[in-house]
């Protein structure tokens, strides 16, 4: 019994180290914008005072305690862009997230994908991959980390003008 937990919890630490790590390759690439916020971050930027009769404000430093790591990032070179649409697809074969939504507009594809925490209202993970953002063909890679409600995170995305932010507004509201 203590060999058959003992290996649940490699497995479980393995799949949590799997996902931090996966994208990672493409931090420093060439061609390759990157945006890498970690958990120390969100707990410092959290700390900050803002008004006290600031809803809006007090939410946004509320969400920023649930969340662990974001990573986004951005590219308009076609090489780059396919290496992270095979690490896109080989992350969802050995970490099955659920579809949240999908969007083809005029040569944009928008995928958002979600891991939900045991009980369903929480997202413990949620990954974006949007192929020709723009008029620059842009190719967005966006992961994060946490335990969160789908509604804050369009929130932060607006906040720190992350691409992609109007994806997830759209999805939260579905």
């Not at 290996?7 to 060439?30: H, M, N, P, R």
């Amino acid at each position: 019994m203590k060999k058959l937990f003992l290996t649940l919890v490699i497995a479980l630490f393995s799949s949590t180290l799997f996902a931090q790590a996966a994208f990672d390759k493409f931090d420093g690439q060439e061609n390759v914008t990157s945006v890498i916020v970690n958990k120390k971050m969100f707990e410092l930027m959290s700390k900050v005072k803002v008004d006290a009769t600031d809803k809006e404000a007090q939410a946004y430093m509320s969400l920023l305690k649930k969340l662990e790591n974001l990573k986004v990032f951005t590219t308009n070179s076609s090489k780059p862009a396919s290496e992270m649409k095979s690490t896109v697809n080989s992350y969802l074969k050995s970490n099955p997230l659920d579809e949240l939504m999908r969007v083809n507009d005029g040569g944009k594809t928008v995928k958002i994908y979600v891991k939900s925490s045991a009980n369903g209202n929480q997202v413990k993970e949620l990954l974006m991959f949007i192929e020709g953002a723009s008029a620059k063909n842009e190719t967005v890679l966006l992961s994060l980390t946490g335990n969160f409600d789908l509604e804050e995170i369009s929130a932060l995305t607006e906040k720190m003008r992350l691409p992609g932010g109007d994806s997830l507004k759209k999805a939260s509201k579905k």
